[in-house]
């Protein structure tokens, strides 16, 4: 947990909650794993006290979960990217993730930051929890007490001088981030609030929850201290199951997705997978080659505990699940993100395979089957698994540390 010492307060007497309205938050990132980890908070906030409210990007994600926990979901304020061209958008820092979300364009930034505003309005909470929302962030920077929540990419630390650490190989920044700052400043000028000293500052809030084991954290070595590990202590992972079942969470419009379930299909005991946005042509083709279609997305800790290899494009909240239940995964990303976790998760996690983008049918009728064949991976897995599960730091801790030193 990163929380900044400016807003190291006393502890509060008595239920954190006391019946305030807080807003939970999702503004940039795709897939069910903001949506998970907001629901997961906002069921605990809820039996603490809080009334909860999630704006989301994609308010119709988990929509019937949030419905029977009783948690009210709107959409989050949209917003445009700011990247002029040529070429594609390739950020050097967590800055030019600000950039393109509106930081780049200030009379964009005031009109979502007003949006965001408004929100804040017509809500009142008394606190805001800001997964992947930087715009948000801005709107409640000087308003209301803000933590951040998310994983290792969309919570970077801030470095000495008020900036963030590289994502990756040396690329030149896409913006200036003095520009940047300047133009959240002008907004918060404009607005009548405290200007923020530092783009970190926005974003941090009081404090930070990584959740997220730090074998996961692709800031691991920029950290002060440690990720915080998932959201509660993991039960000690199942035994490795028998035989070859596949389980795979693909996005149906990659060509290198229907190669591998191809492959897949013809050497494992059984493949079954949630394609979210799939055609009932695509759905007719993935039956026709034996794959289990389910139409909503099961729980991954259930699903995993049959399952000896997990297929998915490298999304944080999946590559989590399957490192804590001990199964090794084989990872097909699609964005920077992705790829990001990808190599963080090769370097740290045992059982982890990534496949190119350009890999051949012909290639992966030879690879695959001597994955599925080889115990050793399954039983690297299975013992890092254990490992995670003897680990007493948990975010729910870390998150209950911040709200005892709310205002």
């Known amino acids: 947990m990163e929380l900044s010492e400016a807003n190291r307060r006393p502890d509060r007497d008595g239920v954190p909650g006391g019946g305030r309205r807080v807003l939970l938050a999702w503004e940039m990132g795709e897939g069910l794993g903001h949506a998970r980890r907001l629901l997961t908070i906002a069921e605990a906030l809820l039996a603490m006290g809080w009334r909860p409210v999630v704006a989301a990007r994609e308010p119709a994600a988990l929509a019937a979960h949030y419905r029977a926990a009783g948690v009210e979901v709107i959409a989050a304020p949209a917003h445009r990217s700011c990247f002029p061209g040529p070429g594609r958008f390739r950020?050097?820092?967590?800055?030019?993730?600000?950039?393109?979300?509106?930081?780049?364009?200030?009379?964009?930034?005031?009109?979502?930051?007003?949006?965001?505003?408004?929100?804040?309005?017509?809500?009142?909470?008394?606190?805001?929890?800001?997964?992947?929302?930087?715009?948000?962030?801005?709107?409640?920077?000087?308003?209301?007490?803000?933590?951040?929540?998310?994983?290792?990419?969309?919570?970077?630390?801030?470095?000495?001088?008020?900036?963030?650490?590289?994502?990756d190989v040396a690329v030149p920044p896409v913006w200036d981030p003095a520009l940047l700052l300047a133009s959240a400043r002008a907004v918060q000028v404009a607005r009548g609030l405290p200007r923020p000293e530092t783009l970190a500052e926005i974003v941090t809030g009081l404090g930070q929850v990584v959740m997220l084991p730090p074998e996961l954290d692709i800031y691991h070595a920029q950290r002060s201290s440690c990720a915080d590990g998932p959201w509660c202590r993991p039960d000690p992972p199942q035994p490795v199951p028998h035989g070859r079942r596949?389980?795979?969470?693909?996005?149906?419009?990659?060509?290198?997705?229907?190669?591998?379930?191809?492959?897949?299909?013809?050497?494992?005991?059984?493949?079954?997978?949630?394609?979210?946005g799939a055609t009932p042509d695509w759905l007719a083709e993935a039956a026709r080659h034996g794959v289990v279609v389910h139409e909503t997305p099961p729980p991954l800790s259930r699903v995993l505990d049959d399952t000896s290899l997990?297929?998915?494009?490298?999304?944080?909240?999946?590559?989590?699940?399957?490192?804590?239940?001990?199964?090794?995964?084989?990872?097909?990303?699609?964005?920077?993100?992705?790829?990001?976790?990808?190599?963080?998760?090769?370097?740290?996690?045992?059982?982890?395979?990534?496949?190119?983008?350009?890999?051949?049918?012909?290639?992966?009728?030879?690879r695959l089957p001597g994955l599925l064949d080889d115990e050793r991976p399954a039983r690297a897995a299975h013992a890092m698994a254990m490992r995670l599960a003897r680990r007493e730091a948990t975010a729910r801790g870390a998150l209950d540390a911040l709200l005892a030193v709310l205002p």
């Open 246 to 276: 596949v389980f795979a969470y693909l996005r149906p419009g990659d060509p290198l997705a229907r190669r591998v379930l191809v492959a897949l299909t013809e050497c494992a005991d059984g493949v079954a997978g949630y394609f979210p």
């Open 91 to 167: 950020a050097a820092t967590y800055a030019d993730v600000m950039g393109v979300c509106g930081y780049a364009d200030r009379e964009q930034l005031a009109m979502r930051v007003a949006a965001w505003e408004s929100l804040l309005d017509a809500w009142a909470p008394a606190l805001v929890i800001a997964d992947y929302a930087p715009l948000l962030s801005l709107a409640a920077f000087g308003r209301c007490p803000l933590i951040a929540v998310g994983d290792g990419f969309v919570t970077p630390p801030a470095m000495p001088d008020g900036g963030f650490p590289p994502l």
């Open 310 to 366: 997990l297929v998915h494009h490298g999304g944080i909240g999946s590559m989590t699940e399957a490192a804590l239940a001990g199964r090794p995964q084989l990872l097909l990303p699609r964005h920077r993100e992705q790829r990001l976790n990808a190599r963080r998760a090769l370097e740290a996690l045992p059982g982890t395979f990534v496949v190119k983008a350009d890999a051949e049918l012909a290639g992966l009728r030879r």
